[in-house]
C-alpha cells in the first residue's frame, strides 16, 4: 500500500493493478498463497522528531502474500530512511533472514 502501485495477476483480492499511496519506490504483486504469522517486535532506538518514542515494543501479525520490489526511479531517491527491528518471535523465514535482528534501508 505504501508502494507505487499493487499488481493483482492470480486475482487475489480484486485483479488487476491498484495505485498505492506511492510513498515509497515498490511495486508489489500478490501471489496465490497467503501467509499470515503472529510476531512480538522492539524497535531499536526509534525517535519521533528528535525525541525517542515511549513505546518501542509491539505485536501483531506478518503478512506475506506476493513479493514487493524496488520499482524503476521515476525520480531522484536522495533519502535513505534506516528500519531496524528485533523479533521476539520467529519470523517468516526467508531466504537470508535472520530470526534476532533484521535492517533494512528504504
Do not use: N, W
Amino acid at each position: 500500500m505504501l508502494g507505487e502501485r499493487i499488481d493483482d495477476p492470480a486475482c487475489v483480492e480484486s485483479g488487476g493493478v491498484t495505485d498505492g499511496l506511492d510513498l515509497l519506490p515498490l511495486v508489489t504483486t500478490l501471489a496465490a498463497r497467503k501467509t499470515t504469522v503472529r510476531v512480538a517486535a522492539e524497535v531499536a532506538g526509534a525517535t519521533f522528531a528528535g525525541q525517542p518514542l515511549s513505546v518501542s515494543a509491539f505485536d501483531g501479525y506478518e503478512i506475506h502474500v506476493g513479493a514487493t520490489t524496488r520499482a524503476v526511479p521515476r525520480r531522484s531517491q536522495s533519502c535513505a530512511m534506516p528500519v531496524v527491528l528485533r523479533m521476539k518471535t520467529a519470523p517468516f523465514p526467508t531466504a537470508g533472514s535472520s530470526p534476532d535482528l533484521r535492517a533494512r534501508t528504504l
